[in-house]
């Protein structure tokens, strides 16, 4: 693991250019003497190697303190080109260490970027996840706006998308509806917390049609057993 994020950030370090870049740009002619105190507000370094590389050896291996230093670097360097690509390594660390807080945080901030993050998909799901197990105030209403731009990213992705080559047309058929058995269970379990229960069981009975789910027969149980 440890190896594994070394060589990211080398990746990242290795793209870090744009400081000397914007330094060699303000070499120009020099500046009149009346002038002088704005060179005092040079543009300010977007990027630093240097910064990166202590990051990596102050780290030890150990994805909480990774975490903290890119933090740390982007509040140093709000400007960064990187700031995307760090924020979802940062996003990428949380989920695997169960930071409920940072995933949500940094799954917000990603989800708004549509070029972002590449499995929208996973995003969308794991903050309607992670927003259901937090249940801070607030976070079902924002689980379910989640489920929904879910439900309307994932019907437009399997309308727009072809079949693969591999697939026959009932593998493909299979795989459409299992897929969207499981994003109406996801947004019909949200609405069931919410005791919006007749939007829920409409959800959960659309599931169980594409594709019999376990989890959306459980899900139905439940809320018969509250009716």
């Avoid at 140093?76 to 989920?95: F, G, H, N």
Wanted: with cysteine; proline share 5%.
């Amino acid at each position: 693991m440890h190896k594994k994020y070394l060589q990211l950030l080398a990746l990242i370090i290795l793209c870090s250019r744009l400081g000397p870049m914007l330094c060699a740009q303000t070499e120009t002619a020099p500046s009149p003497p009346q002038k002088e105190p704005e060179s005092k507000t040079n543009p300010i370094e977007t990027d630093s190697e240097e910064v990166l590389r202590a990051l990596i050896r102050n780290s030890g291996g150990s994805e909480e303190m990774i975490i903290r230093g890119l933090e740390e670097y982007l509040v140093k360097y709000p400007r960064s080109v990187r700031r995307q690509e760090l924020e979802e390594q940062i996003y990428q660390l949380a989920i695997k260490g169960r930071d409920r807080d940072r995933t949500i945080s940094y799954g917000e901030k990603l989800v708004l970027v549509p070029e972002a993050e590449p499995g929208r998909i996973d995003l969308l799901t794991t903050l309607v996840s992670t927003l259901r197990a937090r249940r801070a105030s607030g976070d079902l209403q924002r689980a379910l706006q989640y489920a929904e731009q879910l439900v309307t990213e994932f019907e437009q992705l399997i309308a727009t998308s072809q079949k693969p080559g591999r697939l026959s047309r009932l593998q493909w058929q299979e795989q459409k509806d299992q897929g969207l058995a499981s994003i109406y269970l996801v947004r019909g379990r949200v609405l069931a917390e919410l005791d919006q229960l007749d939007r829920a069981v409409a959800d959960l009975r659309r599931s169980y049609g594409l594709y019999p789910l376990a989890g959306t027969a459980l899900s139905l149980s439940e809320i018969n057993e509250k009716q």
